[in-house]
């Protein structure tokens, strides 16, 4: 079994302003049988996006979507 590709991705891991995204490399999730793997070329954000990163914008949990790599 070959070792899994590494992914670069941004996130953060505390509130606050654009300084707290970070550039983190992952291992590239497991596919399964059901799965599809796209690849970004691209990727935008909204206003959500920076308030729900500063804590400004509340998801409730129950409406929370599953993200691979989280």
């Known amino acids: 079994m070959s070792p899994r590709k590494l992914?670069?991705?941004v996130r953060f891991h505390e509130?606050?302003?654009p300084e707290v995204?970070?550039?983190d490399s992952l291992a590239s999730p497991s596919l399964q049988a059901t799965d599809v793997r796209i690849a970004v070329?691209?990727?935008g954000l909204n206003r959500?996006?920076?308030m729900f990163r500063r804590g400004?914008?509340?998801v409730s949990a129950?409406?929370?979507a599953p993200v691979a790599g989280n």
Do not use: E, F, P
């Open 41 to 43: 070329k691209a990727v």
């Open 48 to 50: 959500a996006d920076a």
């Open 62 to 64: 129950n409406k929370s």
């Open 7 to 9: 992914i670069r991705t």
């Open 15 to 17: 509130l606050g302003g």
């Open 56 to 58: 400004h914008y509340i």
């Open 21 to 23: 995204l970070t550039i």
